[in-house]
Structures are given as C-alpha cells and as structure tokens.
C-alpha cells in the first residue's frame, strides 16, 4: 500500500527552464494538494485538485505556476522560466473524496527544487 | 483569517527532559488541530490531531498535545525526550470541518536533543 509518491525527489534546473513536479495520490484518494515549503519556514498551500479540476488555487503565484491533475496519471506542478526564489521544498498531499479534512492530509517526501 | 503561531523557532531539552512545543492558533470558528514533524529531508507525518471530543490527544512515538479553547493553544507534549525526536514540528489548522480544507502552517519548531 504505497504512499504519495513524488518524483522527482531533488531536481536542478538553471533559470529560465521548466520544472515539472509529479505526485501520484495513495491508492483511493483522489484529492490532492500542492504545498511550498521556503527554506527556514512552514507549509504555504497552493492549490487543491480533484480529478480534471482545480478547486482552489488561491496560493498559486499568477504567472509561470500551473497545476493539473489528470483523469489517467499524477498530479502535474509545472513552473515555468524557474527564477532562484522559486527554489523550494514542494510537498504533495492526498486526501479520500470524502472527510479528508478531518483526517489530515498524508503527505509525500517532497521534491526539492533548487534553480542555479 | 485564521493564524497559527509556534512560540520559539528552536527548542533545545536533555535526553529524557519534558519536551513542550507551543502552538497557538487564531480562529472565529473552533478548527481542526494538528501537529505534523519533519525529518531531514523528509516529508511530513502526522504526530495528531484534534477534531473533536476529547481535548487531551494521544499521538505516535509518546506525544500528546491538548486543546485549550479557552487560551487557544494546541501544545505538544511528550514526558520524556529522546534522541529520535530531534526533527522539526509544525502545528496546522484547518478552519473548516466536512469538506476540503487547506492546512494553515506555523512556521514550525526544529527540537534539538542533546545527551
């Protein structure tokens, strides 16, 4: 029963190019939730998706950050044209269809995106 | 807008010293507590949560925190230090109850233990 599975777990990438960040829920969850994590400090959400919608994505930056999250396949963060403060720790998390609010999220290990 | 504030950003105890971490929270509604740790470079494991009924929660590896309405807190809790709980804590809220949410993160407590 694997977890939320998230790949790549570190990545480089110079400024300028594109970074895509995949998350694969646990088995039978099909919510999902993108966090950022800047060095020295908490989780700041920045969307939340169900399968083929974005529900919230009220903490997305407005330019060069997308997310989707597919009928077939994970959950897709792209950013675009990556600038160095985009070099962060980006969590996933996955939560059931129904009451996941009150069970906490399971998170992923991360992808740890550092942009030279 | 709710808040959560995690009084001290580094926390130092002694092998087998009380471990308090402190967390308050700001909400017009009484949310859903929780309190997660990190390992380096690792994801983040739920330690507990609150959602209702009992006020004093038991979670994994011998922590509790208990929810205090009254002073708005959520402090975690463990009796005894070990070397193992060297990580760093976050304490989440979730305002909302039966439906998506997104987690409110503290700015977190990295714990340091030491002989």
């Known amino acids: 029963n694997a977890g939320v599975m998230q790949n790549p777990r570190h990545l480089v990438r110079r400024r300028g190019q594109e970074a895509r960040l995949r998350c694969s829920p646990m088995?039978?969850?099909?919510?999902v939730y993108w966090y950022r994590q800047l060095p020295e400090e908490g989780l700041k959400f920045m969307v939340y998706?169900?399968?083929?919608?974005?529900?919230?994505e009220s903490g997305m930056p407005k330019e060069r950050f997308s997310a989707e999250f597919p009928k077939e396949g994970p959950s897709i963060l792209r950013i675009q044209q990556v600038v160095r403060g985009d070099s962060a720790a980006y969590f996933c998390?996955?939560?059931?269809?129904?009451?996941?609010?009150?069970?906490?999220?399971?998170f992923g290990s991360g992808t740890r995106l550092t942009v030279v | 807008a709710q808040s959560v504030t995690q009084l001290g950003s580094h926390v130092s105890v002694s092998e087998g010293a009380l471990v308090l971490l402190r967390c308050n929270y700001s909400?017009?509604?009484?949310?859903?507590l929780f309190w997660y740790v990190q390992y380096p470079n690792q994801g983040l494991q739920l330690l507990l949560k609150?959602?209702?009924?009992?006020?004093l929660v038991k979670g994994i590896n011998g922590f509790e925190a208990e929810f205090k309405k009254s002073e708005t807190s959520f402090h975690l809790t463990k009796p005894s230090a070990h070397m193992s709980d060297a990580a760093e804590y976050f304490c989440?809220?979730?305002?909302?109850?039966?439906?998506?949410?997104?987690?409110?993160f503290g700015a977190g407590t990295r714990l340091a233990v030491h002989p």
């Open positions: 989440a809220v979730s305002p909302l109850s039966g439906g998506y949410n997104k987690l409110i």
């Open positions: 998390a996955s939560s059931p269809p129904s009451r996941g609010n009150d069970y906490g999220y399971t």
């Open positions: 909400s017009s509604v009484p949310p859903y």
């Open positions: 998706l169900q399968k083929e919608n974005i529900i919230d």
């Open positions: 088995k039978g969850h099909s919510h």
């Open positions: 609150y959602t209702t009924g009992a006020t």
